[in-house]
Nanobody, 124 residues
Framework: QLQLVESGGGLVQPGGSLRITCTAS????????IAWFRQAPGKEREGVSC????????NYADSVKGRFTISRDNVKNTVYLQMNSLKPEDTAVYYC?????????????????WGQGTQVTVSS
């Protein structure tokens, strides 16, 4: 069965940086859009960023625009989320997801495959 695995979460101070990774197995990411979502306690799941298979086009939530950067390595079937200028409100479990269309969207219902999540905590 297809599988997504997140890694790289942890504790970081406000203003710091962190890079989290999503690795896919069972298929290559060449023809799949990949997205990052996050969910904080008591809050709804929120789309953070996504990257398309076609030319690597990207989308970002307004809350992270200018601070986060998504990228992909199709040879390694891996997607990265570089998070800079982190704020306490970025604290959440971050999930990666894949959909079997080339264009990415930030709607969770459009994604077929999900990882288990990695915890990101921003605190001094």
């Amino acid at each position: 069965q297809l599988q997504l695995v997140e890694s790289g979460g942890g504790l970081v101070q406000p203003g710091g940086s962190l890079r989290i990774t999503c690795t896919a197995s069972g298929f290559t990411s060449d023809y799949y859009a990949i997205a990052w979502f996050r969910q904080a306690p008591g809050k709804e799941r929120e789309g953070v960023s996504c990257i398309s298979s076609s030319r690597g086009g990207t989308n970002y939530a307004d809350s992270v625009k200018g601070r986060f950067t998504i990228s992909r390595d199709n040879v390694k079937n891996t997607v990265y989320l570089q998070m800079n200028s982190l704020k306490p409100e970025d604290t959440a479990v971050y999930y990666c997801a894949a959909r079997r269309f080339s264009i990415c969207v930030l709607s969770s219902g459009e994604y077929n495959y999900w990882g288990q999540g990695t915890q990101v905590t921003v605190s001094s």
